[in-house]
C-alpha cells in the first residue's frame, strides 16, 4: 500500500497509532490535530494507523508528525513530548506480544543472570525491526551496549542537523527497557546519527543502572519536563 508517491519505507500502523494516543494524552486532542494538520496528514491518518501490527505507516508521516511537534511546542519538545509519548507508546505497541511475554519469563527465571539486559535489547530489537524497515546490530564494549540502526525511522529524511534528533528512537528502547524490567533504571543516548551526516543512527545503554545520586539530581530523565510526564 502506497499512501504518499515515493514513500519506501513503512513501519507498524500499532506503533504510530500508540504514539499518537500517548501524545493525545500528554498535549490533549486538539493539540494533536492541529500537528497532523499542519504536518498534512489528517486526511490519511486512519488509512495508515493500524490495531494490528501490519506495516501500513510510512517514515515519513512520523517524521513529518515530530517536526510539527518541535515547531509547535520548541525545540525542547523532541526530548520531552517526543522522547515521553514514544516511550510510553512501547506498552500498547508490544505489550501483549508473544515475544514480550517469554522475555518477561525468562527474566522472572533468571534474576541473576548477566545477561538479563542484553537479552531485552535484543528482544527490543527484534521486535522494533519486525515492526519497521529498520535493521539493527547490537555490539558490546565494556561499559555499553551499542545499538546500530539503519534506515532508523525517527529521522528518515532529515538531514544538516548539528546534533542527534532521534529522541523517538530513545523513548522507545528506554520504554522497552522500562517495561522488561518493571523499573526505569538504564540510561539511553543517542551516539551518532544519520541527521547529523552520520552513516547510521547509533544508540547506547549503559549496563550499569542509575546510581543513587543520579536518581537524587534527576539526570535521569530529560530535566525539562515533570516528574509526571516522564
Ligand atoms: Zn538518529
Redesign the pocket.
Known amino acids: 500500500m502506497s499512501v504518499m508517491p515515493g514513500s519506501d519505507m513503512y513501519f507498524s500502523g500499532k506503533i504510530l497509532l500508540s504514539y499518537l494516543n500517548e501524545l493525545v494524552s500528554l498535549v490533549g486532542e486538539k493539540s494533536v490535530i492541529m500537528i497532523l494538520k499542519r504536518s498534512g496528514w489528517i486526511d490519511h491518518v486512519r488509512k495508515i494507523v493500524n490495531t494490528r501490527h501490519e506495516k501500513t505507516a510510512p517514515y515519513e508521516a512520523l517524521v513529518d508528525i515530530n517536526q510539527q511537534v518541535e515547531e509547535i511546542f520548541g525545540n525542547t519538545a523532541l526530548k520531552t513530548l517526543v522522547y515521553s509519548s514514544a516511550k510510553r507508546s512501547f506498552a500498547s505497541s508490544f505489550g501483549g506480544t508473544e515475544v514480550v511475554r517469554d522475555t518477561l519469563h525468562w527474566l522472572h527465571k533468571n534474576t541473576e543472570s548477566t545477561l538479563r539486559l542484553r537479552v531485552s535489547l535484543e528482544t527490543i530489537s527484534h521486535l522494533l525491526q519486525a515492526s519497521s524497515d529498520q535493521k539493527i546490530k547490537i555490539e558490546e564494549s565494556s561499559s555499553h551496549y551499542h545499538l546500530t ?1 539503519q534506515q ?1 525511522v ?2 528518515w529524511g532529515v538531514h544538516g542537523k548539528s546534533s ?3 529522541f523517538y ?1 530513545v523513548g522507545m528502547i528506554r520504554g522497552g527497557l522500562h517495561y522488561l524490567f518493571g523499573r526505569d533504571e538504564y540510561p539511553v543516548q ?1 551516539l ?5 551526516g ?1 552513516k547510521a ?1 547509533e544508540f547506547i545503554v549503559r549496563k550499569f543502572p542509575f546510581s543513587v545520586n543520579e536518581k537524587g539530581s534527576g539526570k535521569t530523565g530529560f530535566l525539562t519536563l515533570p516528574p509526571h510526564l516522564r
Open positions: 540502526i532508523c525517527a529521522c542527534p534528533v532521534c528512537t543517542e551518532a546519527c544519520s541527521a547529523t552520520d543512527c
